[in-house]
């Protein structure tokens, strides 16, 4: 059973299009994350819903739009694709947003290609 | 701004032998510090955790080692093993945050037969 899933693993289009990236979580955590990580492997996080509340806003292109239908879900729609959003988009959760249950579980990855 | 910085970048190790990464925070507000170990094509997944209340935690062969006052910590990986080939990745979190953990640069482990 996955945990945290993501789709689509590997996303390759033009610049200009827009795309979303769709994640889901059975662990029942009440906190959803977007990170994105480098072609240096820099892992920098962009969004955070906790109950489908936006708590963490990082500075982020306003092309980069998440979405929260429910606390399970997560979704990342990108408008007007650059070439420097080329990158691997995680998906996380964790159970609360502080003590010793802030343990993020992360999906596998979807690695975007701008061409 | 890098908020945690590691080091090194890469690390070759023989097997059996103790991998040493190291990182640095100066935000004195950080109350979590994890560390992720990612392999290829994988997320990062949690590998050990120290709050700053505690100088060292032992997890098997993994030991975090704490220092409040210089602002460091680092993580040992004793008797290592090609399986530990990996990504490590240190952390910190701002107290009673929003859990937004501020994620090292990363250190490439490869551990030579």
């Known amino acids: 059973d996955t945990a945290v899933s993501q789709t689509p693993k590997y996303l390759v289009t033009q610049m200009g299009n827009d795309k979303s990236i769709k994640c889901e979580q059975n662990l029942g955590h009440d906190t959803m994350y977007w990170y994105k990580q480098d072609s240096k492997k820099f892992l920098k996080i962009m969004f955070s819903y906790n109950n489908k509340e936006l708590i963490i806003n990082e500075t982020v292109p306003n092309r980069f739009s998440p979405k929260s239908p429910d606390k399970a879900h997560l979704n990342l729609h990108i408008n007007s694709l650059e070439l420097g959003d080329s990158a691997v988009y995680f998906c996380a959760s964790s159970q609360g947003t502080s003590g010793n249950t802030g343990e993020l579980f992360f999906g596998e990855g979807s690695r975007l290609t701008v061409l | 701004q890098q908020q945690v910085k590691q080091s090194p970048q890469s690390l070759i190790v023989q097997k059996g032998g103790i991998s040493i990464i190291n990182c640095a925070y100066e935000?004195?507000?950080?109350?979590?510090f994890p560390w992720y170990q990612q392999f290829p094509g994988k997320g990062p997944a949690l590998l050990i955790a120290?709050?700053?209340?505690?100088s060292e935690k032992k997890e098997g062969r993994f030991t975090i080692s704490f220092n409040k006052s210089a602002k460091q910590f680092s993580l040992h990986i004793m008797d290592s093993q090609p399986g530990d080939s990996a990504t490590y990745f240190c952390?910190?979190?701002?107290?009673?945050?929003?859990?937004?953990?501020?994620f090292g640069t990363g250190t490439r482990l490869t551990v030579i037969p």
């Open positions: 935000n004195t507000a950080f109350d979590y």
């Open positions: 952390a910190a979190r701002v107290q009673a945050g929003a859990n937004n953990l501020f």
């Open positions: 120290i709050r700053p209340d505690v």
